[in-house]
């Protein structure tokens, strides 16, 4: 398909007279504006910043040892990796992970994968929103509790990477063609994000995000580990509420009395509970008050939106559909070598397999169960998901 662009970004010069005003303005900025040494965005700017140091990774470094609690996490040099690289000449260790994962192809996929629903309406969470929604929790307390809210930032982005399509149910589908079972989590960080060689830390954090998993080796895998939690809960709550699935009235009385019966109010007691407790604590958790409400809440969403009988056909319908396909890649390696993987005489074709397939959005499985196991399209998933948050 070739990307149709507007009007005026067709236009390259102004003084074309076929040109429509608004084209004509947009071809006038082509080559930025004013002349000589600086050019401007603007042709009346007026961002003038005054004389500057500029702030090196290594001062930048230095300041964060100052401002940080003492257990945070110190970026330093180019950080700890399976891959010694050396230093950037601005960026902390943590900011190239965090710039590695945003502009690599899982997280962009995540757009294309299930939070709760199955091609969500405009309104409704993608494994995209929930990641940037983690991360903007993770980061509010991080920064109140002084820790490094840059390796916060990296890990919450980073933790659902290796999620599969059609969201959870897509483990217990493709666990069967797994050692030990497939884990998002340990996916994410050894297989999926492998190739950008991050930093131990932020790939720890990744890999132990779930509550099921040992604790993440620093203060802001912890606090990812409750963001994680506290966003889905309250998003998927809210999407359940705006699909009609169920009411806001619904809610267990200690979750509502506590915490408010919408999303923003739930975010802002559930976020200063944390920071309170962290910081009077010494340890990243919550008071007791505040994770009764917080476990009610968990098991209200398990009950009426995650497990309720139609969740259950689509992962059933989900199991059969990943399997299928795994089962149709491995049969011939030529397959996958035709999707633009590298397959040779070395390769693990039943990993390889699980890894394209994992990869998919929930589209392109879509699009590939139409194209080779004649499926039907109304037998594919559609709807809601299980969830089996761990």
Same mark, same amino acid.
């Given at each position: 398909?070739?990307?149709?662009?507007?009007?005026?970004?067709?236009?390259?010069?102004?003084?074309?007279?076929?040109?429509?005003?608004?084209?004509?303005?947009?071809?006038?900025?082509?080559?930025?504006?004013?002349?000589?040494?600086?050019?401007?965005?603007?042709?009346?700017?007026?961002?003038?910043?005054?004389?500057?140091?500029?702030?090196?990774?290594?001062?930048?470094?230095?300041?964060?040892?100052?401002?940080?609690?003492?257990?945070?996490?110190?970026?330093?040099?180019?950080?700890?990796?399976?891959?010694?690289?050396?230093?950037?000449?601005?960026?902390?260790?943590?900011?190239?992970?965090?710039?590695?994962?945003?502009?690599?192809?899982?997280?962009?996929?995540?757009?294309?994968?299930?939070?709760?629903?199955?091609?969500?309406?405009?309104h409704q969470r993608t494994r995209l929103t929930h990641a940037l929604e983690v991360a903007q929790v993770?980061?509010?307390?991080?920064?109140?509790?002084?820790?490094?809210?840059?390796?916060?930032?990296?890990?919450?982005?980073?933790?659902?990477?290796?999620?599969?399509?059609?969201?959870?149910?897509?483990?217990?589908?493709?666990?069967?063609?797994?050692?030990?079972?497939?884990?998002?989590?340990?996916?994410?960080?050894?297989?999926?994000?492998?190739?950008?060689?991050?930093?131990?830390?932020?790939?720890?954090?990744?890999?132990?995000?779930?509550?099921?998993?040992?604790?993440?080796?620093?203060?802001?895998?912890?606090?990812?580990?409750?963001?994680?939690?506290i966003a889905y809960l309250c998003h998927d709550f809210e999407d359940a509420v705006l699909a009609g699935v169920v009411s806001a009235d619904d809610l267990p009385a200690v979750v509502a009395?506590?915490?408010?019966?919408?999303?923003?109010?739930?975010?802002?007691?559930?976020?200063?509970?944390?920071? !309170?407790?962290? =910081?009077?604590?010494? /340890? &990243?958790?919550? $008071?007791?008050?505040?994770?009764?409400?917080?476990? +009610? %809440?968990?098991?209200?969403?398990?009950?009426?939106?995650?497990?309720?009988?139609?969740?259950?056909?689509?992962?059933?319908?989900?199991?059969?559909?990943?399997?299928?396909?795994?089962?149709?890649?491995?049969?011939?390696?030529? !397959?996958?070598? =035709?999707?633009?993987? /590298? &397959?040779?005489? $070395?390769?693990?074709?039943?990993?390889?397999?699980? +890894? %394209?397939?994992?990869?998919?959005?929930?589209?392109?499985?879509?699009?590939?169960?139409?194209?080779?196991?004649?499926?039907?399209?109304?037998?594919?998933?559609?709807?809601?998901?299980?969830?089996?948050?761990?």
């Open positions: 398909m070739v990307a149709q662009r507007p009007d005026p970004e067709h236009a390259t010069d102004a003084s074309d007279p076929d040109l429509t005003p608004r084209a004509r303005q947009w071809a006038a900025t082509m080559e930025a504006h004013g002349a000589g040494a600086v050019r401007h965005a603007h042709a009346d700017t007026h961002a003038h910043v005054g004389a500057i140091e500029i702030a090196t990774r290594d001062i930048r470094e230095a300041r964060e040892d100052e401002q940080l609690a003492p257990g945070a996490t110190r970026s330093a040099g180019g950080g700890r990796r399976a891959e010694e690289e050396e230093p950037d000449p601005w960026r902390t260790c943590f900011e190239r992970d965090r710039d590695r994962i945003v502009h690599g192809t899982a997280f962009r996929r995540l757009a294309g994968k299930t939070q709760v629903f199955v091609f969500p309406d405009d993770a980061m509010s307390v991080a920064r109140a509790c002084r820790l490094n809210v840059v390796l916060a930032e990296a890990i919450a982005l980073g933790h659902d990477c290796g999620h599969g399509p059609f969201g959870h149910a897509s483990e217990d589908a493709l666990a069967p063609f797994v050692d030990g079972g497939y884990d998002h989590a340990t996916w994410g960080a050894d297989v999926v994000l492998q190739p950008l060689n991050l930093c131990a830390e932020t790939l720890d954090g990744i890999r132990n995000h779930s509550w099921s998993r040992p604790a993440p080796s620093t203060p802001e895998g912890e606090v990812v580990s409750w963001a994680d939690r009395e506590r915490c408010g019966r919408d999303r923003r109010q739930q975010l802002h007691t559930f976020i200063q509970a944390l920071v !309170r407790t962290t =910081a009077s604590s010494g /340890t &990243v958790g919550m $008071d007791d008050e505040h994770a009764e409400a917080l476990t +009610a %809440f968990r098991t209200f969403n398990y009950e009426r939106i995650y497990l309720r009988e139609e969740s259950r056909r689509q992962a059933q319908v989900v199991d059969r559909l990943l399997g299928a396909l795994v089962d149709w890649y491995r049969a011939d390696p030529g !397959r996958l070598a =035709a999707e633009g993987r /590298t &397959v040779d005489d $070395d390769t693990d074709v039943v990993r390889e397999a699980v +890894a %394209f397939v994992g990869g998919m959005t929930d589209r392109f499985a879509h699009e590939r169960a139409l194209a080779h196991l004649g499926w039907d399209a109304d037998d594919l998933p559609i709807g809601l998901e299980t969830a089996t948050h761990p």
